[in-house]
């Protein structure tokens, strides 16, 4: 089962290969990872998307907690967020199939950030599935080259 864990790190060099490590060290495969600055410069935000089962995740938390640069570690699985992709796809275009992959990109709510005579760049934001479902849709047209950015996730406000 996927997880998704959002963990607070001091936003200094070296932080990122140290909780890369621990993952590495244990033979854990991270599917995504992103990272940024949060609103506080000191420290940055991992958004780290791992497989394994509850136990495995368990471990993982727990290491990672005792890694002095990490603040916080949540679990993400199973609340109430709102989670988010960025892809970039270029796709090969005909003068024959140009307007049905403009209309397939339309259908999906992207966007043509660049335009070329034989192909065309989109940027598509949404959840895993959506993007999965894009790229899957897209394949018959000739799928030049995919770019994602790793999913981003934040709690839901309450009520």
């Known amino acids: 089962m996927l997880h998704t864990l959002a963990v607070l790190v001091e936003n200094n060099p070296g932080v990122l290969i140290k909780v890369a490590g621990l993952f590495t060290r244990r033979g854990y495969n991270i599917d995504s990872l992103t990272v940024c600055q949060t ?3 000191e420290l940055s935000r991992m958004t780290i998307v791992v497989n394994g089962d509850d ?3 368990e471990q993982v938390r727990n290491q990672l907690g005792k890694l002095v640069v990490v603040h916080s570690v949540s679990d993400f699985t199973g609340q109430s967020v709102v ?3 960025l892809a970039l796809i270029r796709v090969e275009v ?3 199939t140009r307007s049905a992959v403009l209309q397939t990109v339309d259908i999906f709510r992207g966007r043509v950030v660049d335009m070329g005579r034989t192909n065309l760049t989109v940027e598509l934001t949404g ?3 959506k993007i ?3 790229v899957h849709a897209i394949q018959p047209y000739g799928l030049l080259e995919l770019v994602r950015t790793g999913k981003v996730a934040i709690l ?3 009520a």
């Open 39 to 41: 609103e506080d410069p």
């Open 55 to 57: 136990q495995i995740i």
């Open 83 to 85: 989670d988010r992709e």
């Open 94 to 96: 005909t003068p024959e």
């Open 127 to 129: 959840d895993i599935p």
């Open 132 to 134: 999965d479902a894009f």
């Open 156 to 158: 839901r406000s309450q």
